[in-house]
T-cell receptor, first 110, second 111 residues
Framework: SQTIHQWPATLVQPVGSPLSLECTVE??????LYWYRQAAGRGLQLLFY??????ISSEVPQNLSASRPQDRQFILSSKKLLLSDSGFYLC?????????FGPGTRLTVT | DQQVKQNSPSLSVQEGRISILNCDYT??????FLWYKKYPAEGPTFLIS?????DKNEDGRFTVFLNKSAKHLSLHIVPSQPGDSAVYFC??????????FGKGTLLTVNP
């Protein structure tokens, strides 16, 4: 069966510091991968998606970036965090008619 | 432009009764729809989906209804249980493998 891992589970970072969140998927090959963010009181916002290694599509302008160095690895990064980057970050993978989420990372920028 | 709307931010229901969660969409290119349940500090869990070629899909206590002409779908939970208390997200997808989510509805089932 497929499993999706995210780490860390929680993170507190000061403004201006870098960020690296990692996501890995097991039990499938060539998945579509996604990063979503849930900000306080808001829905799930798609940040990035990837249909293959090195292929990244950005949905919203921001100071975040994503990379997919391996088939089942998806990384969310920032060089300098902003207060507005606080939120709950979710990695997901999909098949044709379904999307499955990881456990999420709670990021607090102070 | 919000393509998927959940107009009720919250809903409160008595245990044993029916919970009805509503969702509207504007993009006629969406051809499949999903419902997710989310507890605080956890990732959303897939509940049930429906393709645009159907108008109803049932799985245990959960039934999703789709009205394409009205661009409306709903999730029915019968009977509601206290463990169903969570945020429910409606999502819609098309041919590009991306999902667009609503803002969610907080369901509270009272014992």
């Amino acid at each position: 069966s497929q499993t999706i891992h995210q780490w860390p589970a929680t993170l507190v970072q000061p403004v201006g510091s870098p960020l690296s969140l990692e996501c890995t998927v097991e039990g499938t090959s060539n998945p579509n991968l996604y990063w979503y963010r849930q900000a306080a009181g808001r829905g799930l916002q798609l940040l990035f998606y990837s249909v293959g290694i090195g292929q990244i599509s950005s949905e919203v302008p921001q100071n975040l970036s994503a990379s997919r160095p391996q088939d089942r690895q998806f990384i969310l990064s920032s060089k300098k965090l902003l207060l507005s980057d606080s939120g709950f970050y979710l990695c997901a993978w999909s098949v044709r008619t379904g999307m499955y989420f990881g456990p999420g990372t709670r990021l607090t920028v102070t | 432009d919000q393509q998927v709307k959940q107009n009720s931010p919250s809903l409160s229901v008595q245990e044993g009764r029916i919970s009805i969660l509503n969702c509207d969409y504007t993009n006629s290119m969406f051809d499949y729809f999903l419902w997710y349940k989310k507890y605080p500090a956890e990732g959303p869990t897939f509940l049930i989906s429906i393709s645009s070629i159907k108008d109803k899909n049932e799985d245990g206590r959960f039934t999703v209804f789709l009205n394409k002409s009205a661009k409306h779908l709903s999730l029915h939970i019968v009977p509601s249980q206290p463990g169903d208390s969570a945020v429910y997200f409606c999502a819609a997808g098309g041919s590009n493998y991306k999902l667009t989510f609503g803002k969610g509805t907080l369901l509270t089932v009272n014992p």
